[in-house]
């Protein structure tokens, strides 16, 4: 079984606070790791749905980092400050590949493409290429708005340098990853111990 859950990252004890009374300390909270200047990456067992990142920074009165990991397969990361809110992914070619397999899933709601057949497959390889592209056509601008939240955390960052970290393929180890963009922002060391969560 591989990593599961959200890395939550955030500066302060407000952010301490907050994440207590959001998900309480001692039932949800999995790991801390303090990080440099303040911050915090706190691993939590169940992500944050919905509204629910917004109302933390709105809690904490600051930028917040999120990235949920499934299996250590991929990450889905998220950011809020004053810049406004941006999304990313890790390993993006095996969300692209769980988006097509939902995608075919719902479209056989009327039995379009039944399962095991070569029509099904075709149509989740189609669906799974194009879903592949979008995320790579949306890179540069998740790095630049990655980039332009650090900027509004008091980090500084050259968007390139975030780019190669989605860009990288991070099999098995998704959260590593996480905390190489963390090093990159100038919040970890690149061999943080949270870099070897599992």
């Known amino acids: 079984m591989g990593f599961n859950g959200e890395v939550l990252v955030g ?8 994440i207590d009374r959001f998900w309480n300390w001692y039932e949800e909270v999995l790991a801390d790791w303090p990080l440099r200047d303040g911050w915090h990456a706190v691993h939590v067992r169940t992500p944050a749905f919905g509204d629910e990142l917004a ?3 709105q809690a904490v009165d600051g930028p ?3 990235c949920w990991v499934f299996e250590s397969d991929l990450g889905h990361v998220r950011g809020i400050s004053d810049a406004g809110q941006w999304e990313a992914w890790l390993n993006p070619a095996y969300a692209a590949q769980l988006h097509a397999m939902t995608a075919v899933d719902e ?3 009327d039995g379009s493409y039944p399962s095991g057949t070569p029509r099904r497959q075709a149509r989740r390889e189609q669906l799974e290429m194009e879903y592949a592209a979008e995320l790579d056509a949306d890179r540069p601008a998740a790095a630049r708005a ?3 939240w650090a900027a509004q955390s008091g980090l ?7 780019e190669e ?3 990288t393929r991070w099999e098995l180890f998704a959260q590593r990853g996480f905390f190489a963009m963390l090093a990159v922002l100038g919040l970890a060391d690149p061999k943080d111990k949270g870099s070897e969560a599992g």
């Open 11 to 18: 500066r302060g004890e407000a952010f301490i606070g907050a």
């Open 55 to 57: 109302e933390l920074a």
């Open 64 to 66: 917040i980092l999120a």
């Open 107 to 109: 479209e056989n709601s």
């Open 146 to 148: 990655a980039a332009a």
């Open 156 to 162: 500084h960052v050259d968007a390139a340098h975030l």
């Open 165 to 167: 970290i989605l860009a």
